[in-house]
């Protein structure tokens, strides 16, 4: 607790990600749904909700952006 009695309202450091996740893209919240954006080397984009859950399906437009886009596996898009 806060001095004072109140309750802190930062959460504090978090960890660093694991080294699976470390090539984070986006996080972002549409229309109530949170969707974390993971970017697999194939050069496409995976968002799943916070459960962990994928939704692609729900997404779809932005399950094919990174090929669309070119984008190299390293995150960059092809070409540069």
Same mark, same amino acid.
């Given at each position: 607790m806060?001095? &004072?009695?109140?309750?802190?309202?930062?959460?504090?450091? $978090?960890?660093?990600?694991?080294? !699976?996740?470390?090539?984070? &893209? +986006?996080?972002?919240?549409?229309?109530?749904?949170?969707?974390? *954006?993971? $970017?697999?080397?194939? &050069?496409?984009? *995976?968002p799943? !909700?916070?459960?962990? +859950? #994928? *939704?692609?399906?729900?997404?779809?437009?932005?399950?094919?952006? &990174? +090929?669309? !886009?070119?984008?190299?596996? #390293?995150g960059?898009?092809?070409? +540069?």
């Amino acid at each position: 607790m806060e001095p &004072g009695g109140g309750v802190p309202t930062s959460p504090g450091a $978090l960890p660093p990600p694991p080294a !699976a996740d470390a090539r984070r &893209g +986006r996080e972002t919240e549409q229309d109530g749904q949170r969707v974390a *954006v993971r $970017l697999p080397d194939d &050069g496409g984009i *995976v968002p799943r !909700a916070r459960s962990g +859950r #994928g *939704v692609t399906g729900g997404h779809p437009r932005a399950a094919s952006a &990174g +090929r669309r !886009a070119g984008r190299a596996a #390293g995150g960059a898009p092809a070409g +540069r």
